[in-house]
T-cell receptor, first 113, second 111 residues
Framework: DVKVTQSSRYLVKRTGEKVFLECVQDMDHENMFWYRQDPGLGLRLIYFSYDVKMKEKGDIPEGYSVSREKKERFSLILESASTNQTSMYLC????????????FGPGTRLTVT | QKEVEQDPGPLSVPEGAIVSLNCTYSNSAFQYFMWYRQYSRKGPELLMYTYSSGNKEDGRFTAQVDKSSKYISLFIRDSQPSDSATYLCAMSPYNFNKFYFGSGTKLNVKP
């Protein structure tokens, strides 16, 4: 059973803080993704990675960066959190050859005050 | 214009009803069409996927793709309260690099 875990379920941070969201998958998947989910907007891709140390921008990368030093771990970094980054953040992973299925973590609800 | 459009609902039906959920899209390069189900306070999970056009059935669920109309559907027969969730459609081109998600339709099946 694939498991994708995220470091926190709920997080409250202040404007201007640097925020780290961690994601770990246990199935040796090549691809990893970070999305944010907002009402009425669905899931929007922030960044994805198809290999260690590789990353590609998604649709809304502004204000975010990522790090993938190990295959199983993909981190999302908010360099200076702002209130418009209050959202649900979802991490996902997929196997290269079965890429129609992404496995999602439970999400981190981030509130920036 | 969004790549994928989906009616957000909410959709409320009595138990046993047939449910129809739909998405439209604009990008003719999409080849894979997926339906994800998301329960409250959980991440989405894959329900069904279809490659190109046609129908696919899995138990009470049927996925349909009409590429000529750029329209996909998910039908749920004999709906159950346990089907209450948000249903997200997703699509990707052949190279898989990105999924394009609809905004999700919230379904409530009343006992």
């Amino acid at each position: 059973d694939v498991k994708v875990t995220q470091s926190s379920r709920y997080l409250v941070k202040r404007t201007g803080e640097k925020v780290f969201l961690e994601c770990v998958q246990d199935m040796d998947h090549e691809n990893m993704f970070w999305y944010r989910q907002d009402p009425g907007l669905g899931l929007r891709l922030i960044y994805f990675s198809y290999d260690v140390k590789m990353k590609e921008k998604g649709d809304i990368p502004e204000g975010y960066s990522v790090s993938r030093e190990k295959k199983e771990r993909f981190s999302l970094i908010l360099e200076s959190a702002s209130t418009n980054q209050t959202s649900m953040y979802l991490c996902a992973s997929s196997l290269e050859v079965v890429a129609y299925e992404q496995y999602f973590g439970p999400g981190t609800r981030l509130t920036v005050t | 214009q969004k790549e994928v459009e989906q009616d957000p609902g909410p959709l409320s039906v009595p138990e046993g009803a047939i449910v129809s959920l739909n998405c439209t899209y604009s990008n003719s390069a999409f080849q894979y069409f997926m339906w994800y189900r998301q329960y409250s306070r959980k991440g989405p999970e894959l329900l069904m996927y279809t490659y190109s056009s046609g129908n696919k059935e899995d138990g009470r669920f049927t996925a349909q793709v009409d590429k000529s109309s750029k329209y996909i559907s998910l039908f749920i027969r004999d709906s159950q309260p346990s089907d209450s969730a948000t249903y997200l459609c997703a699509m990707s081109p052949y190279n898989f690099n990105k999924f394009y998600f609809g905004s999700g339709t919230k379904l409530n099946v009343k006992p």
